[in-house]
């Protein structure tokens, strides 16, 4: 784990002899009885208003598993969205018993509990288990699509990455394997101390080129997935999609089409607005980007730097699913392994964003269809909490306080790695 030396609970001590059952047992009780509640709300177990939307997107990977089996990308389909290494997962994971549908989920599974067992390993090592008790309670504040999406299995990779720190390669490694499987991993190559950079570029780099020279050789289309998607609009979700939903309320005329997987808003403007937000993400993560550069962010806990990365991404992205707060919950759980993380009230400030995120999708997306107040007042909490949470986070990054060090190469080098 990657904070600086003595950055844990207040006198406390690294527990070599092994984890106090205090310290697995009650998460893993509590993990366990979650995972068992959010696992059976797909197939119809417990009752759940609007559980069986969630297993849509879990359908759609089924009928794709039959084309890339044989060897070939859903070519031409506008709802493939994931970069190529998705393509021979989910291929494979049809193949888990007992049915394809029920395989799926269960390696999104295997996913969860794999950050579980690496969370929770790093109390062994003075890390505060508010970490794994974040990554917990941020299944049932996002409900059923936690399983029934594939947003656990990057959120994998990327917490191994920021475990990693102390190792830039390997954290290159880590990172370019969940960016293979969904692109936002690369945003946390900001949270590489200086001195690391080009070590966890470099790997990163060797990666993703390998993984795409060997999907390019053995399977037909491995590429098709950045260029079906050039004319997506605003998700109905999206922060900037909020601007039309209030809009409509004050008489300007606006309609939803189902494109690209999602319910897009379609109105005058909307081109120039995600043109718009799109520069805006760009922008601002090139800022970060340079703030690191210049050592401006020296002080900054890397993990809190992901977090934002990550938030500047959602705010100022096209599309916000509720399964992309999967990606929230990975990079928080992380930073609240340590006390020396500024992000606690941020995150805090995230918590009803995922489970209002929950209330609308699954249970009431209608209420967002149908223009009804109860949707667009849920959506306007959401949006202004978390714009809220985005600026306040920048602002702590800027505003780290007089307590915290610089968290450099040096002190990650003093903590041992995961397996």
Known sequence: MHWPSGAGPAGSTRDTGGVSSRRWLLPSVAFVATRLWLLAIPFGVVPYLGGQLVINDVTLYTQWADIL????????????????????????GALIP????MGLVLLMLAADIAVFAVLLRQTRHGAREEGVWAWVVAGMLIGPVWLTRFDILPSLFAVLGLLALSRPVRTGIWLGIGAMLKVWPVLLLLAVPRRSWIRAIAGFAVTVACLLAVLAVTMTGAASFATEQRARGLQLESVPAWLFLIGHHLGWPR?????????????????????????????????????????????????????????????????????????????????????????????????????????????????????????????????????????????????????????GVDALEEVRQPA
Request: net charge neutral.
């Open 69 to 92: 089996q044989s060897g070939r990308f859903p070519i031409g389909d506008e709802m493939w969205q994931y970069p190529p290494l998705v393509g021979p997962v989910i291929a494979l």
């Open 98 to 101: 007992p049915n394809p549908t």
């Open 255 to 407: 309609h939803f089409e189902y494109r690209y997987g999602a319910m897009e808003v379609m109105a005058q403007g909307t081109e120039v607005v995600a043109l718009a937000v799109t520069v805006l993400g760009v922008v601002t993560l090139g800022a970060l980007a340079l703030l690191r550069l210049v050592g401006r962010l020296d002080r900054c806990l890397p993990a809190d730097i992901a977090l934002v990365a990550v938030l500047v991404s959602m705010v100022t992205s096209r599309v916000l699913s509720p399964q992309y707060f999967i990606w929230v919950a990975a990079v928080s759980a992380v930073c609240l392994l340590s006390a020396a993380t500024v992000m606690r009230p941020v995150i805090v400030t995230l918590m009803p964003v995922a489970a209002l995120g929950q209330v609308l999708y699954p249970m009431h997306y209608n209420w967002l269809l149908s223009d009804g107040w109860n949707g667009v007042a849920i959506q306007t909490v959401r949006v202004v909490l978390l714009v809220l949470a985005t600026g306040w986070g920048f602002w702590r990054l800027l505003h780290p306080g007089d307590g915290v060090g610089e968290v």
